[in-house]
């Protein structure tokens, strides 16, 4: 998305009424908004389309939004922000796992589902940072061509995931509280601190030998994390 265009937005939502007011906002809010009533649908408009941002319901029926949005990540790296009911840690963590940028729980107010679009839309059109090279342990990151690479061989993130490694490789040594993290790399002032917890496990599993004994990502008890050399 260009920083002139208008942002494309993408409803993927069973509840109709619900869906026309999310869109009605978000159009009066500046975005321009699209709308599928089922998964499949949506999947099949995301795909075609590639709109900036898929705000996406988890609970319908037939093709749910878990896989609507793993099937999405298969292909596309649009960006993600679910919507549903259901507020319970798994189902968010669940969500997290599949990539999802953020997760509102229902019933939400039109003004704070524009807000975390905006916040996510303005992580995912950031500026690259300068040419750069941050190393820790075996990994390497080539911030302008946004690589990363493990004892010289490609390494596989989500954007969440690569923002984090670069905020703990950025500042090797410091323990990071949960919330400052929540507040660095996904924008949230206040939120899911297991929204963090989440997505370091993610991120042991691919950088680290034993996920389950981390020599580089280690957990600061009582505070957070630290990258150690």
């Known amino acids: 998305m260009s920083s002139q265009a208008v942002p494309r937005v993408l409803v993927v939502d069973d509840d109709t009424a619900l869906a026309e007011v999310v869109a009605r906002y978000l159009r009066r809010e500046g975005f321009d908004v699209d709308y599928a009533a089922d998964g499949a649908t949506g999947l099949e408009r995301a795909l075609a389309t590639l709109p900036d ?8 029926p037939g093709m749910d939004g878990f896989e609507v949005c793993r099937r999405l990540r298969e292909t596309a790296n649009v960006p993600v922000v679910m919507l549903t009911a259901r507020g319970e840690e798994h189902d968010r963590i669940a969500g997290l796992d599949l990539g999802a940028d953020d997760y509102v729980t229902k019933p939400f107010s039109p ?40 004892d010289g061989a ?6 969440k995931e690569y923002d984090l490694l ?18 660095a790399v996904w924008g949230w002032s206040i939120g899911d601190t297991s929204t963090v917890t989440v997505h370091v496990r993610r991120l042991r599993e691919k950088v680290e030998d034993d996920p389950s004994a981390p020599r580089h990502l280690t957990t600061v ?4 994390y630290r990258w150690e050399h």
């Not at 941002?53 to 319908?60: A, G």
């Not at 008890?221 to 957070?224: A, E, F, K, L």
């Open 221 to 224: 008890r009582g505070v957070g």
């Open 166 to 183: 670069v905020c703990f490789l950025s500042n090797p040594g410091r323990a990071f509280q949960r919330d400052e993290l929540l507040e």
């Open 53 to 60: 941002l898929v705000v996406l319901d988890l609970m319908m």
């Open 154 to 159: 490609p390494v596989e993130l989500t954007t």
């Open 111 to 150: 003004g704070e589902l524009a807000a975390r679009v905006r916040a996510v839309l303005r992580r995912a059109t950031a500026a690259p940072p300068p040419a750069a090279v941050l190393t820790g342990g075996r990994i390497a990151i080539d911030t302008l061509a946004h690589q990363v690479r493990r």
